[in-house]
Structures are given as C-alpha cells and as structure tokens.
C-alpha cells in the first residue's frame, strides 16, 4: 500500500508540474538567446568591415649590412586597394619612407615592398635603427584606418679598441691600463687579457690571482693595479664584445721593475758632490778678483790701468786738475798794518802754483 501511494504520488502529486516545466525550459532558453545571437551578428559584421593589422616580429634585431623585414599584414579589410605608408620615427622627428606608392629618403634604392605592405630593407646600416610606422587607410571600411609600430634594431661589430698600457713602472707603485671603444652597438663590455689568460673582474675572487692586487670595469674597460707586484709583468691586450662580435688590441708589454734604493742614493750623493766642487770654485775665483768689476775714478790714481812696476808721471793738466780742487789760499787781513811780505812769495805749494799760472 505505501509503495503504491508513493509510486502514485510519484506520477500525479506535486512533482508532476515541475518536470512539465523543466520539459519545456530548453524551448524558452532558445527564445532568450536571440537577443545575444543578433547582437553577436552585428558586432561579427562591423568587425568584417573594419581594417585590421598585425605583425609577426615587432622588434626586429639585425646586424649591419644584412637585410631585414619589417612585417605588416592586413587581416580584415573590405577595401580591395587600400592606401598604404610607411614613416621613420627618430630623434623625434618623422619622416616618410614609403609614399604614394614609393621609397622615399635614405632608403631609396635599398629597400622595397613585400606583398602589400610588408617593408624590406637591403643592407642595413646603423642609422636604420629606428621606430616604423605602418599606417593603413581603408576607404571602404567602416573603420577606415589603423596603424602598427615597429621598433628596429640594427646591431654594430666593435672595431679594434684603443689600448693604453705603461711600459715600465717600479714594484709598489699604482698602475692603470685603458681600453676604449667606440662604434659597436650596444655598447661593448671590455676583458683584459696578459699572456693569453683572462683576468677576472677581482684578482682577489681567484687564487690563481692571489700574488696580483687589481680590479676590472668591464663597463669602462680600466685595469687598475693598486701595487703592482714582479708577477704582473708581461703581454696585456684587451677584447671588446657584443652581441654583433668581438674586435681586440695588439699586445702591449707590461714592465715591472725593482727599485734600486742604493743607486738611488749614489746618485744623490754625486749630484751634492758637484755642487759642492762648483761652489767652492766660485768662491775661489771670487777672492782672486775674477767677479770684481774695477772702475776708475778720476780722484784717484791707485787703479792707472798701467802695468805693475812702471812708473807714470803725471802730464801738466793732471797736475792743474788737482790744483784747482784744492782749497785756495787766503792771505790774512791786517787792518792798519801794512803788509811788509807783499812781496815775497808764500810758502804754500799751491799759491806758488796759482801765481804761476
């Protein structure tokens, strides 16, 4: 009795409504998605009638003077004969490279277009690198215009650095080798190398190194030696790399040498020595009367500029000369006495001399 009450229950009790509508739900699911059906058409067709680009490669890298293709395809375009061009972006400023259906600029002669609006580019210089634009004009499109970038990258072999290494330098001392180079692109990392080994960045980082006390800048390429020892002596030559190769120096010696304290102070002693030879030689010329400018002087006759043991008589104006600077003679005067020795000579030399002249 209670399996039949179920079973019937089962077919005609309350559940019996709800799988009616559950038969019926797929009918009314289908009726609630034609909105979303219209709605995908539409969008379906406004994105048929919308030119579309992409690239398969949008950063190339190529080395110099091989050749390149800048992608660019159209996927979605009503248009049958689109309007296609091609600019070069760099230091800010645009220029065009493919116009009204040719190459323009610098890459006339060098460079073509691949299908529809593919670019390629024969030989392929430093100067290239730059940013691309692919610029698509659909007339018949609903969207009629889209444009995609490409960044190009032309890489550069180094060329030989420029190496600077001292030749000789005394043990203990600081020492600092150069290498510069300056055309690859990117930019190079410099290794130095000395008797074909390589050096590592810190001598102290390796114990084959540990007699050596430098550091390296594989960046700037300088070498620097805090206190070179005898084991840094011999053939140094530096290697600049990049991704587009690698160039090197010519090897250059490196000389490391004793100081020899000994000489050092034999020399000294020498240089005193001279010197003081050279002062006792002035000194001696000096008291013999080789530096003593003599002059003559009209009062005196010491200096006559005669030879020893000749003697020189003076002429009559030498003698009138010295008279006149000597002091005359004035007779005293006697008021009221007549002067009874008016006639007789004076006894001084130069009134004698005066009166005779």
Avoid at 4 to 17: E, I, L, V
Avoid at 51 to 67: D, G, H, T
Avoid at 238 to 249: L, M, T
Wanted: proline fraction near 6%; glycine fraction near 8%; hydrophobic fraction near 30%.
């Amino acid at each position: 009795m209670r399996f039949g009450k179920s079973s019937g229950a089962a077919r005609g009790g309350p559940s019996a409504p709800r799988d009616m509508a559950l038969r019926r739900r797929p009918g009314l699911g289908l009726r609630g998605r034609l909105p979303d059906l219209c709605l995908l058409l539409l969008l379906r067709g406004c994105l048929t009638g919308a030119v579309n680009l992409k690239s398969s490669n949008r950063n190339p890298v190529v080395q110099e003077f091989e050749s390149v293709e800048l992608s660019c395809i159209i996927t979605d375009s009503q248009t049958n004969d689109p309007r296609i061009e091609w600019k070069k972006i760099q230091d800010d400023q645009t220029a065009y490279v493919f116009f009204d259906n040719k190459i323009q600029g610098d890459l006339a002669g060098r460079a073509e277009l691949l299908g529809k609006t593919s670019l390629k580019i024969w030989n392929v210089t430093r100067t290239d690198s730059a940013i691309y634009r692919c610029e698509v004009v659909a007339r018949n499109d609903r969207k009629e215009i889209d444009e995609i970038v490409i960044e190009l990258t032309v890489q550069v072999k180094p060329v030989p650095p420029v190496c600077r290494v001292p030749k000789a330098v005394p043990v203990g001392k600081s020492a600092t080798l150069h290498c510069q180079e300056s055309e690859g692109y990117p930019r190079p990392h410099y290794s130095w190398y000395r008797n074909d080994v390589p050096l590592p960045t810190d001598s102290r980082a390796n114990p084959r190194f540990r007699n050596s006390s430098f550091l390296l800048n594989p960046e700037t390429g300088t070498l620097v030696f805090s206190a070179v020892h005898k084991e840094d002596s011999g053939q140094y030559y530096c290697i600049a790399s990049n991704d587009a190769g690698s160039a090197r120096c010519e090897e250059q010696e490196l000389e490391v040498y004793d100081l020899n304290i000994g000489g050092i102070i034999g020399g000294v002693l020498v240089v005193l020595a001279v010197l003081a030879l050279i002062t006792v030689g002035i000194c001696c010329a000096y008291r013999r009367g080789y530096f003593i400018n003599n002059k003559q002087n009209g009062e005196s006759y010491k200096n006559t500029g005669k030879p020893d043991g000749v003697n020189y008589i003076r002429t009559d104006e030498e003698v009138q000369s010295e008279g006149t600077k000597q002091k005359p003679f004035r007779k005293p005067r006697n008021r009221g006495v007549p002067n009874r020795e008016s006639n007789i000579l004076p006894r001084n030399p130069s009134d004698s001399y005066r009166k005779k002249g």
